[in-house]
């Protein structure tokens, strides 16, 4: 129903800065929030910020200042500005929209593929 493609993943050093995209598209109806998860291997997938249609905004207390998510309504897109990067940051970064799409009659979670980001010491 939903497809959700990211880009802008990659390998930096410490200090630097990424851009992430994620573009959703398919049968969708409405978009009720987007965000972005991260996921190290052993460890749990986390939050890293999340924004609602109408621009509000969720960041975890150790990443806000650092990361900026932001959305596009009308390109179905939403961006994560990633500065200061941190070894401790490289992750699969997970793009994640629930959305009404049809033929659902409720909104549902729909997840990115994924894209690797790598933060050099």
């Known amino acids: 129903q939903v497809q959700l493609v990211e880009s802008g993943g990659g390998l930096v050093q410490a200090g630097g800065s990424l851009r992430l995209s994620c573009a959703a598209s398919?049968?969708?109806?409405?978009?009720?929030?987007m965000g972005w998860y991260r996921q190290a291997p052993g460890k749990q997938r986390e939050l890293v910020a999340g924004?609602?249609?109408?621009?509000?905004?969720n960041y975890p207390d150790s990443l806000k200042g650092r990361f900026t998510i932001s959305r596009d309504n009308a390109k179905n897109t939403v961006y994560l500005q990633m500065n200061s990067l941190k070894p401790e940051d490289t992750a699969v970064y997970y793009c994640?929209?629930?959305?009404?799409?049809?033929?659902?009659?409720?909104?549902?979670?729909?997840w990115g593929q994924g894209t690797q980001v790598t933060v050099s010491s």
């Open positions: 994640n929209v629930r959305a009404l799409a049809a033929p659902s009659f409720r909104p549902a979670d729909y």
């Open positions: 398919g049968s969708i109806i409405s978009i009720n929030a």
């Open positions: 924004i609602t249609s109408g621009g509000s905004t």
